[in-house]
């Protein structure tokens, strides 16, 4: 088990109406992390509570003892047809790849997402290794904003490798880098924590 901060209570599954009640202090949370305006949660609402319907939806929160929400990971199984696997498809096949394997059959890390005051800690893997935690599918598939970042950090450490870089998302101007990893992860180590 990883450490936490002192400030943190607790790491737990929501039921999908217990996700729902803390979806806007999620989008807060999100909004920071991405440094996106303040209007994206409007943009992002109905679309949060879409994922939770898709096949294999599942999420782990981190609470401090008044139930306050310190952290969140979210994602389901990755399937053709769902915008995010069809623009990664399109980014392989332009760099002119013709292996798509990673796509074939995978867990979408969709969100993942701290409060700038409890990073560093070892919340973001703590968070991130529960939520993977009995997986069904043999590889994870996130994406992450190219540069350093703590999260960049934490997925490499944890043996994320490059699937995509440099790839431009419809509606953000900054690239992205797709990451993928087989599953199940390695056991923790003692080793001071990003994220």
Same mark, same amino acid.
């Given at each position: 088990?990883?450490?936490?901060?002192?400030? *943190?209570?607790?790491?737990?599954?929501?039921?999908?109406?217990?996700?729902?009640? =803390?979806?806007?202090?999620?989008?807060?949370?999100?909004?920071?992390?991405?440094?996106?305006?303040?209007?994206?949660? #409007?943009?992002?609402?109905?679309?949060?509570?879409? =994922?939770?319907?898709?096949?294999?939806?599942?999420?782990?929160?981190?609470?401090?003892?008044?139930?306050?929400?310190?952290?969140?990971?979210?994602?389901?199984?990755? $399937?053709?047809?769902?915008?995010? =696997?069809?623009?990664?498809?399109?980014?392989?096949?332009?760099?002119?790849?013709?292996? %798509? %394997?990673?796509?074939?059959?995978?867990?979408?890390?969709?969100?993942? =997402?701290?409060?700038? #005051? *409890?990073?560093?800690?070892?919340?973001?893997?703590?968070?991130?290794?529960?939520?993977?935690?009995?997986?069904?599918?043999?590889?994870?598939?996130?994406?992450?904003?190219?540069?350093?970042?703590?999260?960049?950090?934490?997925?490499?450490?944890?043996?994320?490798?490059?699937?995509?870089?440099?790839?431009?998302?419809?509606?953000?101007?900054?690239?992205?880098?797709?990451?993928?990893?087989? $599953?199940?992860?390695?056991?923790?180590?003692?080793?001071?924590?990003?994220?």
């Amino acid at each position: 088990m990883t450490a936490m901060s002192s400030k *943190c209570a607790r790491v737990t599954q929501l039921s999908p109406a217990e996700f729902r009640a =803390h979806l806007p202090e999620a989008l807060t949370i999100y909004m920071n992390a991405m440094n996106y305006p303040q209007g994206t949660a #409007e943009q992002r609402t109905p679309m949060w509570l879409a =994922h939770m319907l898709r096949d294999g939806w599942r999420n782990v929160v981190a609470l401090d003892s008044d139930d306050r929400l310190l952290g969140l990971a979210y994602g389901y199984r990755g $399937l053709p047809g769902q915008w995010w =696997h069809e623009q990664v498809r399109k980014g392989l096949n332009r760099t002119g790849t013709q292996d %798509t %394997t990673w796509l074939d059959d995978y867990f979408e890390l969709t969100e993942l =997402h701290v409060r700038p #005051e *409890c990073q560093g800690g070892g919340l973001g893997e703590r968070l991130l290794r529960d939520l993977l935690a009995g997986v069904e599918q043999p590889r994870v598939l996130l994406s992450t904003p190219e540069g350093p970042s703590k999260a960049w950090r934490l997925y490499r450490r944890l043996g994320f490798e490059d699937v995509l870089r440099d790839y431009n998302f419809a509606g953000d101007p900054r690239p992205f880098a797709i990451l993928g990893r087989r $599953l199940p992860l390695d056991p923790p180590n003692d080793v001071p924590r990003d994220g």
